[in-house]
C-alpha cells in the first residue's frame, strides 16, 4: 500500500511591505452613551436558586448583559446601541440612537424590562440580550428581545416574545423626531408585540432564542435564531421584505437521526450575510453519549447563492446539498479536536474562541480553541489555540496552531482583523491579509480608560466598538458605557498598476508531488486586470483571469525554480511581479519522520502494538485504529550514524532484547524512556524496498529485524528479506484503512475506497441480514438501487459524476444505515 506524502498547503506570511501600505489605524472619537448601564454586581448562584439578594444583584451566567449579543448597528450616518438601564429595581430597555454628524445622541425608553432568569427578575440572565436591525428598503428599525425559550415557562405564556418595530423611515428622522412615538404600539400598549407581521407560527414563536439581524445587498432585513436545544436544535431564520415577515426557514433538521445522520445534533454558531451571500458557520453539539467531545466538536461551513437563502445551498467545494440539512458531515471542513492527543470519553473541551468570516476577496477564515482535559495523557491541560483558513481559489482548508488566538474575528475588505481588549482592559487591532495566517497588532490603546468587554461593529472600514468600563468595582449594578469609533486605515483611494507575487515565499521547500498553490493580487490603475499568468523558469505554466489570482501547480520534476507573476489590464499593457526561487526536492521514501503510521505485518497482516507499562511484550492486533498501534519514527545520532528510535504514541520507544531477556530470547518490548534516546538495544535502522513499498526494521546494525514470530511473540532475529515476517508496511494514520482492516464492534456500513474512483466496495459489520442499497445524490435524487444478500458488495463507480453521495442500507428489520461516499 503507497504511503501517502505530506502536502504543504501552506501559505507563506505576505512581505510586510504589503501589510504596512495601508494607512494607519487611529481612534476617531469616543462617546459615552450612560453611566447606568445595567450590571450584576452580586454572586453567580445555581439555576434553582429563588432567594433575591439584598446586597447585590446576582446572576446566572455571567455578570454583564451591555454590551452583548447583536447590540450594534451602523445604518446611514447613525449608530444604533441597545441596552439595559439599572439598577436592580429599574432594568428597562433602552435604544440610542447616535448621529455621528451632528454628534446628538437621542435615547428612547421602553416600558419593557430585564426579566431574570425564568422570570426571577432578581436574578440577572445573559441571554435576554436586545438584537437591533435596520431595514434598507423601508428604514424601519426593529428590536427583538431574547426570552431563552421563555414560551416553556407558565409565568410567559402571554408574554413570549418582545418584538419592538417602527414606522417607516424611521431611522433617519432629524434627531429632534427620535421618540418612542416612532415605534408601532401593541394592543396591549406596551410595544410589546407577540408575532412578527407575515408568520403565524405561534409554536414556533414562542421558543426562539438568541436573536440577531443581518440585512443581504438586496435591502432584505433578515432575523436568524436556534429553536430547540443544545444536542437537539436548529438555526432558522425570517425574512422582512419592507411589508411584511416570511418565515421560518430551517437551515438544519431537528430529530437529525430520523434523517440519515448517525445521531441528533445542535448548532453553535451564526448565520451572516458577507460578501454577496448567506453563509453558516458552527461547531455542533453532537447527542452521542460515549465520544471524546464533552461538549461541542468540529468547524462546519457552507453558503448560498441564492439572496433569499431558500435554495443553492453548498460546501466550501460548492457541491450542493439540500435544506433543511440533517447530515452534518456534508459540510464539516476541520476536527479541532484531533489536534489534541486525548481519545478518552468527555474529554475534549472546545468551548469558547469560535468564530468565522469571508473576506471581501472570498477567503474563508475559522478560529476556535481545544483543550485536552485527559487525566491521564501526557498532554493533559494542553490548550491549543487554532486557525483554520481557506484563501480565495484555493481547494483546501488550512490549520495551524500557530496563532495566540481570539475570540472574535471580522473582516473588512480584503483583511481580517482580531479585535479585542488587552490586559490592561484597552483596545487592540490585529490585522491579516485574507488568506494568511500574519496577523499585525495595527493598533493599541496605552492610555486612557479601560474596559471589562466589547461589542464590534464594521462599516465603511470603520470600527465601531461599543464597549463597558471597568470602574474597578464590582459592587454597583450599574456601569458606564462609551462607543468608540476606530479608522482601520483601509486604502479605498487609487491604485497603481501592480502585480504581487503571495505564494510561494523566498526559498520555499517542496517535496515532488506536492500540490504549490501560486496566488497572487493585481490592481490596476485604469480600466480592469484582464488576467494573471504565472510564470516557472521563464515558461507559462497557467493564467487565471479572474480575482482571486491562483494556480494549482505540480511540478513535474525536482529542482530549482524562478516562480513570478505577470497581469494584464484593459488596453494590454503588462507588469511582472518579483521572482521567488523555490525548491521540488526527491522524497525520500525511507524518512519515516513527521508522520505517525500504523505498522502492518506483511505475512500476517496484523498490527504492532504497544501494551504500556516497562519491559512487556509487544502484541498483534486485527486493527491498527486505536492509539496503542500508532508509532513515531524519531531521528537520533550515534556514533555518528542516523539511527530511530521506534516510539509508541501511548507508552515509550522500543527494545530489542537478547538471548538472556526473560520471559523469551529476542523478545521486541515496550519501555518508559522517551525518545530521541541513543541506548543501543533502543535503536534502530529502516531498510526501504522500494519496489513493493515496504520496510524492515533492524534492532540497531546487528543483522536481527523485527519479526511476527509463528508463536504470535513479536522478536528481533536474523532472517532474509524473503521471509516476509520481517516485512511491514507503514501506513499513515491520516490514511483509510479497508474495512477488513477495522475493528467493527457495533453496526456499521463502510465504504473503501472512499474517496472512490473506478469503483468501491459497501461493507457491513454486525448487521442482520441486508436487503437492499440505495444510493443517492446530494440534491437526493435516487442514483443507484440494488438488492443484497452478502456481507458486502463491489460496486463500479464509471456511471457516478464526481461528487458527494448518501448510501443507504436497509436491514430485514427495515432499519436504514447511512454513510456518505465521495466519487472523484
Known sequence: MKR???????????????????????????????????????NKVSLNTTTNNPNGYDYVYGRSLTPHGDCIKVYDKFVFL?????????????????????????????????????????????????????????????MVYDMHRNGNVPAFSNDYLRYSYTTANAATVPDEQFTIDLFVQSPNNNYKHLAFPGINDVNTTKLLTYPAFFTNDQGDLFMKNRFGYSKNGKFLFAKYDGTDWEGYTDFNRMQAS????????????????????????????????????IYQNGFYYAYSDDPSGLTQWKDHEGTGFTRPLAVSDLIKISEPGDLVTTTEKDKVYMV?????????????????????????????????????????????????????????????????????????????????????????????????????????????????????E????????????????IDLGIDNGPKSFAVTLITPSDNDSFEEGDIVQLYATATADEGEITKVEFYANNALIGEDNTSPYSLDWTPSTTGIYAIKAKAYKTGGDSI???????????????????????????????FLGDEGGSANPVSMNDTGEDTNKHWNFVKTNVGGTDYFNIDSETNGI????????????????????????????????????????????ESKDNGRFLYHDASGSVTNISAPETDIRSVWEAISTSESLSITD???????????????????????????????????????????????????????????????????????????????????
Open 576 to 606: 511582472i511581479s518579483s521572482e521567488v526561487t523555490i525548491e521540488v526536492t526527491e522524497v525520500d521514501e525511507s524518512d519515516l519522520t513527521g508522520d505517525v503510521y500504523r505498522l502492518r505485518n506483511v505475512a500476517t497482516g496484523k
Open 470 to 485: 471597568n470602574n474597578s468595582s464590582d459592587s454597583d449594578d450599574t456601569q458606564p458605557t462609551y462607543l468608540q469609533i
Open 4 to 42: 501517502i506524502a505530506l502536502k504543504h498547503f501552506v501559505f507563506s506570511i505576505l512581505l510586510f511591505a504589503v501589510v504596512f501600505s495601508q494607512a494607519q489605524v487611529t481612534l476617531e472619537s469616543e462617546i459615552k452613551i450612560t453611566d447606568l448601564a445595567m450590571y450584576f454586581d452580586g
Open 258 to 293: 430520523s434523517h440519515g445522520s448517525p445521531y441528533n445534533w445542535g448548532l453553535y454558531g451564526d448565520i451572516k450575510y458577507i460578501n454577496g451571500k448567506i453563509r453558516i458557520g458552527f461547531q455542533q453539539r453532537a447527542g452521542l453519549n460515549n465520544d471524546k467531545y
Open 82 to 142: 441597545t441596552w439595559y438601564r439599572g439598577g436592580k429595581n429599574d432594568r428597562h430597555v433602552m435604544l440610542t440612537r447616535y448621529n455621528t454628524e451632528t454628534e446628538t445622541m437621542k435615547t428612547i425608553e421602553f416600558p419593557h424590562q430585564h426579566t431574570g432568569y425564568n422570570g426571577r427578575w432578581w436574578i440577572g440572565e445573559t441571554h435576554n440580550t436586545i438584537a437591533v436591525g435596520i431595514c434598507p428598503k423601508d428604514e424601519t428599525i426593529h
Open 742 to 824: 477495522e475493528a467493527l464492534r457495533s453496526p456499521s456500513i463502510k465504504i473503501y475506497p472512499n474517496p472512490a474512483r473506478d469503483k468501491f466496495t459497501v461493507a457491513f459489520q454486525n448487521i442482520s441480514t441486508i436487503r437492499r442499497v440505495e444510493i443517492y445524490s446530494i440534491l437526493g435524487k435516487l442514483v443507484y438501487q440494488n438488492s443484497i444478500s452478502k456481507s458486502k458488495q463491489e460496486i463500479e463507480s464509471s456511471d457516478f459524476t464526481a461528487g458527494v453521495y448518501i448510501v443507504k442500507a436497509f436491514s430485514d428489520s427495515n432499519k436504514e444505515f447511512h454513510t456518505k461516499l465521495v466519487i472523484k
Open 654 to 697: 522500543l527494545r530489542a532484547t537478547g538471548a538472556g531477556f526473560a520471559p523469551g530470547a529476542y523478545l521486541v518490548v515496550s519501555t518508559g524512556k522517551v525518545a530521541p534516546a541513543g541506548d543501543t538495544d533502543k535503536i534502530w535502522t529502516v531498510h526501504y524496498n522500494e519496489t513493493d513499498d515496504t520496510f524492515r526494521f
Open 352 to 468: 469558547g474562541g469560535f468564530d468565522w468570516t469571508v473576506t471581501d476577496n472570498n477567503d474563508i477564515h475559522f478560529i476556535g480553541r481545544v483543550k485536552d482535559n485527559s487525566t491521564t495523557s501526557s498532554t493533559a491541560g494542553q490548550t491549543k489555540q487554532v486557525h483554520t483558513y481557506k484563501p480565495a481559489g484555493a481547494s483546501n482548508f488550512i490549520t495551524t496552531t500557530d496563532f495566540s488566538g481570539a475570540e472574535t474575528l471580522y473582516a473588512s475588505g480584503d483583511y481580517v482583523y482580531i479585535i479585542g481588549l488587552n490586559s490592561s482592559g484597552r483596545p487592540f487591532v490585529e490585522r491579516a491579509l485574507g488568506g494568511t495566517n500574519s496577523f499585525t497588532r495595527v493598533y493599541e490603546a496605552t492610555s486612557g480608560k479601560r474596559f471589562r468587554k466589547g461589542q464590534v461593529y464594521i462599516k465603511n472600514g470603520r470600527l465601531y466598538y461599543y464597549l463597558l
